[in-house]
């Protein structure tokens, strides 16, 4: 249900533990294509409104077209073939949310360039705990 590829960065880590606890919380509570009403999560559950505010400034949360989703929701959860074809909702059809790679195996961007995609394992970014590969050599 959870990608080592998202909850595994330095980025996920360094967040709080009330905002790390409430981004488990929202994909628990979130619909089958990421759509999760998070407020309602963050003040129902007891979490602080900062909490919510840490999973947007992060870019775990998005909202578009009077909706929030998880913006990981498809790299956390491997869907058949045949959900993904019922993908319909009307931010994509407007143009408005897309895919960062693959159709329904990666991030949601908005289309607008306001969430821009970030470093994953596979275009090089790391896991939390990963040596530097920059670091030289002694």
């Given at each position: 249900m959870?990608s080592?590829?998202?909850?595994?960065?330095d980025?996920?880590?360094?967040?709080?533990?009330?905002?790390?606890?409430?981004y488990?919380?929202?994909c628990?509570?979130a619909g089958?294509?990421?759509?999760v009403?998070?407020?309602?999560?963050?003040?129902g559950?007891g979490h602080?409104?900062e909490?919510?505010?840490?999973?947007?400034?992060?870019?775990y949360?998005?909202d578009v077209?009077?909706?929030?989703?998880?913006?990981?929701?498809w790299v956390?959860?491997s869907?058949?073939?045949?959900?993904?074809?019922?993908?319909?909702?009307?931010?994509?059809r407007?143009g408005?949310l897309?895919?960062?790679?693959e159709y329904?195996?990666?991030?949601?961007?908005l289309l607008?360039?306001?969430?821009?995609?970030?470093?994953?394992?596979?275009n090089?970014?790391k896991?939390?705990?990963?040596?530097?590969d920059?670091e030289?050599?002694?």
């Open positions: 959870f080592a590829d998202v909850v595994q960065t980025k996920f880590i360094s967040m709080s533990d009330q905002a790390q606890l409430l488990y919380k929202c628990c509570d089958s294509l990421g759509q009403v998070a407020r309602r999560v963050c003040v559950d602080p409104l909490a919510l505010d840490e999973l947007y400034e992060n870019g949360l998005i077209d009077g909706m929030t989703f998880i913006r990981h929701m956390n959860n869907y058949n073939k045949r959900i993904c074809k019922l993908w319909n909702v009307s931010a994509y407007n408005l897309g895919f960062e790679g329904c195996r990666s991030p949601y961007v607008d360039g306001s969430v821009k995609p970030e470093p994953t394992i596979e090089g970014g896991k939390a705990g990963d040596a530097d920059d030289e050599d002694d």
